[in-house]
């Protein structure tokens, strides 16, 4: 949810005749030039109006106003065409501002729904920042110029391909650094020279200790999906952000860390012995299963014996996925869910952060997790880009920890809220009594 970005470089920003966009019936004008800078008062107010309507929120200093469109951004010609064949139209909310902020050279720290472009606002910065330099400079060793760290290796490699999809016939080659593949292989990739490196931190650090790699070029770094989920942002990511970089520029869309509005959440009490049996009931209804689903637990034993028993209690064809299956099957796995052959996959927090599950819109919560910002990812994979999805979460008094917090997102999204926990003495008076103040009775 959120990528913290440190750039180290400016780009050039050429300038372009301005376009001007039509009226809407809010009777909005935005001028969409090249030039993003917000030195008249006049555009100041149109990019301040802008934000406002699309619920931009901007912290720290930056003179870059939002973009209507991809083909303003100064980018090369073929990535424009790349983005075109794959689809993207328009910029999203987030990719209007983090884009041109990045562009300026800005180290950011960006926060916006699942499922809403993150990706790309990081990515087409670089690529086109990357192709720039390469095109430039084309003498000598090509050393890696970007570095993309995420938590998970499906993650790094969906981040890879995106790349891949975005840059294809620039001078732009990418690595992929992640454990469970051959470490040799993907040495000899960096060394053959490449301008990105999407990897996770541990293969990553151990490829740095056991290998001379030159990390001098890198211009650009990206942290995704790391942070804490508050409310606000806390003050200590951005004391983290702010120790990493200079002049960090928070953006924010929409309202930090609730979940995505576009997934109906449905909360179920069940006890936890009952939990089997309530997702065969699902999993077995014409009308209430939504294949193809990923169901959420809380270990990788319970992943496989889950997923086993789904397919011998329903007949219904069940896979498991978790850090201890090869990254062949891992692979194959995440194949076979997102081309539709596996319609149920269980799986543990390897598929609960950032991985665009597109064409899953059902996910069954079946063990809740310790810390609402892990629901907020897990309940986002069954959306992406707007598109309605479904959340079904099964809580019992063993979730109790998570509460106060769960009764927050469900009443902030619309969503019914379980007696059971409306009752609770976990709840009762967390609202009546103000925030601050159970909080502070839990020790938080
Ligand atoms: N401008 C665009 N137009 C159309 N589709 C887009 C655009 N930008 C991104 N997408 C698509 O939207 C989907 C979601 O994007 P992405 O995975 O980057 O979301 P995210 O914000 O990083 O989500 P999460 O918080 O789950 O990590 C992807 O399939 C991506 O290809
Ligand atoms: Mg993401």
Redesign the pocket.
């Known amino acids: ?1 959120w990528p913290l970005w440190v750039a180290k470089s400016k780009l050039p920003v050429g300038i372009l005749p301005p376009k001007k966009l039509a009226a809407s019936d809010e009777c909005f004008y935005v001028r969409d030039t090249d030039d993003k800078s917000e030195s008249s008062p006049v555009a100041r107010e149109q990019a301040d109006l802008l934000r406002q309507k699309l619920e931009i929120h901007v912290k720290g200093g930056l003179d870059a106003a939002p973009i209507f469109s991809f083909a303003s951004c100064n980018l090369p010609v073929k990535l424009l065409h790349n983005l075109e064949t ?7 909310p ?2 209007m501002q983090a884009i041109p902020a990045a562009s300026m050279g800005k180290s950011l720290l960006v926060s ?9 606002s990081f990515l087409i910065p670089i690529i086109s920042c990357c192709t720039k330099v390469r095109i430039q400079y084309s003498l000598g060793h090509k050393r890696p110029l970007a570095i993309v760290l995420t938590p998970t290796r499906e993650l790094s490699i969906q981040v890879e391909e ?1 790349a891949k999809m975005l840059g294809q016939g620039l001078p732009f080659k990418t690595s992929l650094v992640v454990g469970g593949d051959a470490m040799a292989g993907q040495l000899h990739r960096i060394q053959q020279g490449v301008e990105l490196i999407v990897g996770t931190p541990g293969r990553l650090i151990d490829l740095l200790i056991k290998n001379d790699i030159e990390l001098n070029d890198v211009m650009i770094f990206v942290v ?2 790391v942070l804490m989920y508050s409310a606000t942002i806390s003050k200590e990511i951005e004391k983290m952000a702010n120790s990493m970089a200079k002049d960090v520029v928070i953006i924010t869309v929409g309202k930090p860390n609730k979940p995505n509005k576009a997934v109906k959440q449905l909360a179920i009490w069940v006890d936890s012995k009952q939990k089997k049996q309530k997702l065969f009931d699902i999993l077995m209804s014409k009308q209430h299963f939504m294949p193809p689903v990923v169901v959420y637990v809380g270990s990788r034993l319970g992943a496989d014996l889950l997923s086993n028993a789904i397919t011998v209690t329903t007949g219904i064809k069940a896979l498991s996925i978790h850090g201890e299956k090869s990254m062949k099957e891992r692979r194959e796995i995440m194949r076979s869910l997102l081309v539709g052959e596996v319609p149920v996959v269980v799986a543990t927090g390897v598929l609960g ?4 599950l ?1 064409g899953v819109s059902q996910v069954i919560v079946f063990d809740m997790p310790n810390s609402i910002k892990e629901y907020v ?1 897990q309940i ?2 069954a959306s ?2 707007g598109e309605e999805g479904q959340a079904i979460a099964f809580v019992n008094k063993e979730n109790k920890s998570v509460f106060a917090d769960l009764v927050d997102v469900l009443k902030s999204s619309g969503a019914a809220v379980p007696r059971e926990i409306l009752n609770s003495r976990y709840t009762v008076g967390f609202f009546s009594g103000g925030k601050r103040q159970k909080r502070k009775r839990h020790g938080c």
């Not at 794959?86 to 999203?92: I, L």
């Open positions: 949810m794959s689809g993207y139209d328009m910029p999203t987030v990719q916006a729904d699942t499922g809403s472009g993150k990706s790309a995106h995704d999906e952060r950032g991985v665009d597109l990812h986002g994979r992406r880009m």
